[in-house]
């Protein structure tokens, strides 16, 4: 049956629309597309970039590593000051990422409480490296794994695993045969959001990591300084983010679905 | 005396004192309406509820008792569960189901696999390996859930209203299949079921809940 939406609705709906449709297309109007290939194989485009990509695949495969143990340890644990550990493990999604960068200099840096050890003990020195990066990265994009993973744990049907059980799998067997197989959707579902999340990362990159062209400037930084400096270059790499952006939500519309 | 659970099972607000006892080779029946408990007591002899108190032992080896905190974890008891809703595991073939409990317990593939295509002959489903068990009707369902329990050979079988979840016409195909089986069957069987006939047909005795 097909509902009827009022007038008025459909203006507020389409001025919405329009609010973010329109900053995204006047990139698309304003990029110098005839310099275009040019500016794409600059050095130091191509640098940022690639920096950019392999920090925020290594961020994304990271984050599912330890983000899906740590999905299903809050879903299926039944341990007293979970609901605590849960609301920790998420406060990167809501914290400002420039304070995410202060928090991981603080325990990272080389008077940070770990830090300060990892340097004193093996000369170990994390800020302001590509690993930086990554941790920056690894720090915003997991919780968001975290929460569709563990959503996906939580719906997931816990007869079948009583039934592995019963035929004599092990808790651990049941975990990779059963409950994971049935996550499946929901884990590239979090994937894609870690990585698009990683790929955007900012504030708390440009804190930790700083960024040094050819080291640590990932895309966005690159976009960032360029402002100023170069426009038309930093609309052509931030054209280039909306289209990995897009691409990725192309890609994993039919996930999105399937994960709902 | 191969089953014995003499105790009070329960689950939330359900409590129920239970004593029975079933011998190798016999069925024990557990009729009763909707709701009086009846899946609770195969839940809590597979391990997956606890009893609230008493004892639940197979053969020599107690697997269950509050008292003396005796607790034989759901992988580790030699039963196999044959549940109301079937559970599948969808993602798998017909012939990893039915694997799946002897892989589980260290059983080699090509042996386990072997196992299982005899077992799924036996219930008269020769060329299902590799079909998947959404793609198969309930009643064929119940058959794959059926070669899965026993295919682990285990002391103690439980049959939760094997008959309720098919339609009509594979219904009498089980009801030729099921005697079969069991007449075949060296253990312990607790039956579950809310239908005096199949009771009659399975049943060498009876309690009620």
Known sequence: MKQRTSPSLKVIAGIAAAFIALPLLSILVRTPWSDLGDMLSQKSTRQALTISLQTSVIAALISCLFGVPLAWLLARSRTRGLSALRVVCITPMVLPPVVGGIALLTAFGRQGLVGRFLYDWWDVSLPFTRTAVVMAQVFVAMPFLVLAVEASFRQSDKGLEEAARTMGASPSRVFFTIALPAARPAIIAGLALAWARSLGEFGASITFAGSFPGRTQTLPMAVYELVSVDYRLSLVLSLVLIFISVAVLAAMRDRWMVGR | ?209
């Not at chain 2, 009763?32 to 053969?59: E, F």
């Not at chain 2, 299949?177 to 069957?185: C, V």
């Open chain 2, 1 to 209: 005396m191969t089953l014995s659970l003499n105790g009070i099972v329960g689950r939330g607000e359900f409590e129920r004192m239970l004593d029975i006892s079933v011998a190798d080779g016999e069925v024990l029946a557990i009729t009763g309406p909707n709701g009086s408990g009846k899946s609770t007591v195969i839940h809590t002899i597979a391990g997956l509820i606890p009893l609230r108190s008493g004892k639940l032992q197979s053969d020599d080896t107690t697997w269950d008792e509050p008292a003396t905190n005796t607790w034989i974890a759901s992988e580790n008891r030699t039963c196999a569960v044959v549940f109301q809703d079937i559970r599948l595991f969808a993602h798998m073939s017909v012939i990893s189901n039915v694997a799946y409990g002897l892989r589980a317990r260290g059983v080699r593939k090509d042996e386990a696999l072997s196992r299982s295509e005899t077992l799924l002959a036996r219930v008269g489903l020769t060329s299902f390996s590799n079909r998947r068990p959404n793609d198969i009707s309930g009643g064929e369902r119940q058959r794959v859930a059926l070669a899965r329990a026993l295919v682990l050979e285990p002391r103690v079988l439980l049959l939760d209203e094997p008959l309720s979840a098919v339609d009509a016409a594979s219904r009498s195909g089980l009801h030729e299949l099921l005697p079969e089986l069991l007449a075949g069957f060296a253990g312990s069987t607790v039956l579950v079921s809310h239908d005096p006939a199949d009771v009659e047909a399975l049943a060498s005795a009876t309690i009620g809940l």
